[in-house]
Antibody, heavy 121, light 107 residues
Framework: QVQLVESGGGLVKPGDSLRLSCEVS????????VSWIRQAPGKGLEWISY????????KYADSVKGRFAVSRDNAKSSVFLQLNSLRVEDTAVYFC??????????????WGQGTPVTVAS | DIQMTQSPSALSASVGDTVIITCRAS??????LAWYQQKPGNAPRLLIY???KLESSVTSRFSGNGSGTEFTLTISSLQPDDFATYYC?????????FGGGTKVDIK
């Protein structure tokens, strides 16, 4: 069955960096866009980035542009999100999410369980 | 950015009730609208995509409708498992944006 499993979250200080990983199984990663979506404590959902199926196209929300970087290794069935210059307002659960087709214009059909990131001094 | 406005933000309902949640977009979505259910401590789950298409394994008690900028999610014969928070999301344009959520709890 389709699974996405995030890891790498934790407690860091403002200005620190983290690298989140998302390991997928049950489908071919090379056939799907993958987005990262976050949810601050008690708040709604915010899309922050996607990686195209081949990894050559990446898009970011303005709130993280220049600080976060998405990448992938299709051979290892993994997607990564590098979080740099972290701010208190980046505190959230980060979800790795599969697009339901090989395009950016798709519903988000499978979600990982999320990995929490807390930024505090 | 496309703004998504859900209403109500919360509602109380009883088992067996029919519930309707509305989502309004700040511009035409060309039917690229999805609905998700989220329970506390869990990831969201896709229920409806392209306005009215039911995701596989989702009960037909959920249905979606709408066009342009106005969309609805209807839950018929509400069951205990349906008490959760529901989000609409547009994928007509980037950044993808979500409604603020509607929390459905037990009356």
């Amino acid at each position: 069955q389709v699974q996405l499993v995030e890891s790498g979250g934790g407690l860091v200080k403002p200005g620190d960096s983290l690298r989140l990983s998302c390991e997928v199984s049950g489908f071919s990663l090379s056939g799907h866009f993958v987005s990262w979506i976050r949810q601050a404590p008690g708040k709604g959902l915010e899309w922050i980035s996607y990686s195209s199926a081949s990894g050559d196209i990446r898009k970011y929300a303005d709130s993280v542009k220049g600080r976060f970087a998405v990448s992938r290794d299709n051979a290892k069935s993994s997607v990564f999100l590098q979080l740099n210059s972290l701010r208190v307002e980046d505190t959230a659960v980060y979800f790795c999410v599969r697009h339901g087709c090989s395009s950016e214009w798709c519903e988000l059909d499978y979600w990982g369980q999320g990995t929490p990131v807390t930024v505090a001094s | 950015d496309i703004q998504m406005t859900q209403s109500p933000s919360a509602l109380s309902a009883s088992v067996g009730d029919t519930v309707i949640i509305t989502c309004r977009a700040s511009q035409n979505l060309n039917a690229w609208l999805a609905w998700y259910q989220q329970k506390p401590g869990n990831a969201p789950r896709l229920l409806i995509y392209k306005t009215s298409k039911l995701e596989s394994s989702v009960t037909s008690r959920f249905s979606g409708n709408g066009s342009g900028t106005e969309f609805t999610l209807t839950i018929s014969s509400l069951q205990p498992d349906d008490f959760a928070t529901y989000y609409c999301q547009q994928y007509n344009n980037y950044p993808l944006t979500f409604g603020g959520g509607t929390k459905v709890d037990i009356k």
